[in-house]
């Protein structure tokens, strides 16, 4: 089978399309023809070793849609020929990758395998951090920097769709009528405005947080009493100033999370919880996957150029033919 092999940590002219042995489902796993793979930043942090380990001989990509090829053995949930999304671990940029059968979600009748493919690792991520740990509620607020991201983008729809108010941050006044198209109440440039002094007055419950930096100040101070800063990167700065008396004042919670390196188990219980409340949006129209554009496999190092430059609104995609 062709896949995309990372042959050294770097930029991205590592990333060659090269002939490999397509896997074999063992016990309670199938066989996936990959049709589409989302592209996400885990994939670049991988490429140039950003994990602590040699990247060579590695296969990127953490969600995939496709068709069931075979099914391994003690498989009950899955026959061939469905057509299915599935969080994986790693190996998506692949025509074939095994994946445990418990990691694979139903593809709704109404989206296409490129749409399928952006949903895994955002949708799980979102309602991991920011509805079973983050325990936002229905009538409470949001804050999401990076609103016009895929993560960005999937959580504003699911948080709206569930009862809650939506506000967010971007770079750029496109990406902001794109956030409040989505569903956002507000989305603040902060290339023009500092989002605090714009958020004034406005009680803000649960803040999802891939920025960090000198952001955490402004976000423990925008939270309201008992408020939840969410983590789930630090794209702009990994240390940040914490005013403790703010946070013992309003009870405040400050966590984050990493979905990649959760166990089977844990993603199988959240791969059921996601089928449970989320899927049933996709149905009815609530949530809509926003794919930016898609690349051809071959293209991968392309992919991911497009996402390194950040012009994009929600979700980057190879294409399998």
């Not at 930029?11 to 399309?17: A, M």
């Not at 952006?118 to 983050?134: A, R």
């Not at 999937?154 to 009862?163: D, E, F, N, R």
Request: overall charge neutral; charged content about 20%.
């Amino acid at each position: 089978m062709k896949a995309i092999n990372i042959t050294r940590p770097g930029d991205g002219s590592v990333l060659q399309l090269e002939d490999r042995p397509q896997p074999q489902p063992a016990d309670g796993q199938v066989l996936i023809r990959v049709r589409a793979a989302g592209v996400n930043r885990s994939d670049i942090h991988q490429r140039q070793g950003g994990y602590g380990a040699d990247p060579g001989g590695q296969v990127p990509g953490l969600e995939v849609a496709g068709v069931i090829e075979k099914c391994g053995p003690k498989t009950d949930r899955w026959r061939v020929g469905q057509s299915v999304c599935a969080l994986i671990s790693g190996g998506g940029y692949a025509e074939y990758v095994v994946v445990d059968q418990r990691h694979c979600l139903p593809i709704p009748a109404n989206l296409s395998f490129v749409e399928a493919a952006s949903l895994p690792e955002t949708v799980l991520t979102v309602w991991s951090t920011v509805f079973q740990w983050g325990r936002l509620a229905p009538g409470e607020s949001l804050l999401i920097h990076g609103g016009s991201s895929g993560i960005g983008v999937t959580a504003i729809q699911i948080a709206k769709a569930l009862g809650s108010t939506v506000y967010a941050t971007a770079g750029s006044d496109e990406k902001c009528n794109a956030c409040e198209e989505l569903g956002a109440i507000r989305c603040i440039n902060y290339k023009k405005e500092d989002f605090e002094q714009a958020l004034q007055g406005i009680s803000i419950n649960v803040v999802l947080d891939m920025v960090g930096g000198d952001y955490t100040a402004k976000n423990l101070r925008l939270l309201a009493t008992d408020g939840r800063l969410m983590f789930i990167n630090s794209m702009q700065g990994a240390e940040s100033q914490i005013h403790i008396p703010t946070m013992m004042q309003k009870r405040l919670t400050i966590s984050g999370s990493m979905l990649k390196p959760r166990d089977a188990e844990f993603k199988a219980a959240l791969t059921a919880a996601v089928h449970h409340h989320v899927w049933p949006l996709l149905t009815d129209g609530r949530l809509k996957p926003v794919v930016y554009q898609s690349f051809p496999l071959a293209e991968a190092a392309q992919a991911q150029a497009m996402l390194e430059s950040s012009k994009h609104i929600g979700k980057i995609i190879l294409e399998v033919a």
